[in-house]
């Protein structure tokens, strides 16, 4: 399965979980894997309550899933 955002190949999470992540808002469909969940679906989400630069740190400093 490939990233819908990088179109790399989604690895699985230490967790065992291989089905990447919901890419929405970004794309609707597909999914997402974990380097752009973190640098760029979560920051989008958050980027409406703050700027994309202060929502990147956060997820950084937080480990926001
Ligand atoms: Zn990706």
Redesign the pocket.
């Given at each position: 399965m490939n990233?819908v955002?990088?179109?790399?190949d989604i690895l699985p999470q230490s967790n065992g979980w291989d089905k990447g992540h919901n890419p929405s808002p970004i794309k609707e469909d597909g999914r997402?894997?974990e380097?752009?969940n973190s640098t760029v679906v979560i920051p989008t989400r958050l980027s409406k309550f703050m700027s994309i630069e202060e929502a990147r740190e956060l997820v950084k400093e937080n480990n926001i899933e």
């Open positions: 990233c955002i990088c179109s790399s997402c894997c380097e752009c």
